[in-house]
């Protein structure tokens, strides 16, 4: 890994490969000072260690058909 990247990472708190698989995508790109080539190059990384990021899980009380979950913290 590129040294300035893992640098950031680690600052960040990202202090192992684990670590940085144990989030999604999506996750790491809200990190401020993470962007898209960051996220590119831990790809690459990851995926030369046969490892990915963790994947990504829809917010079901979000979803159209649910309920609120305003709602449901009324019962």
């Known amino acids: 890994m590129d040294v300035r990247y893992a640098d950031l990472l680690y600052n960040l708190g990202f202090v192992s490969v684990r670590s940085l698989a144990g989030t999604t995508e999506s996750e790491l790109r ?7 080539t960051i996220v590119e190059h831990c790809r690459k990384v990851l995926r030369t260690l046969n490892m990915s990021f963790r994947d990504e899980v829809p ?3 979000a979803h159209p058909r649910l309920p609120n979950a305003r709602d449901l913290e009324d019962d």
Do not use: A, K, S, V
């Open 59 to 61: 917010n079901l009380l």
């Open 30 to 36: 809200r990190t401020p000072g993470i962007g898209e």
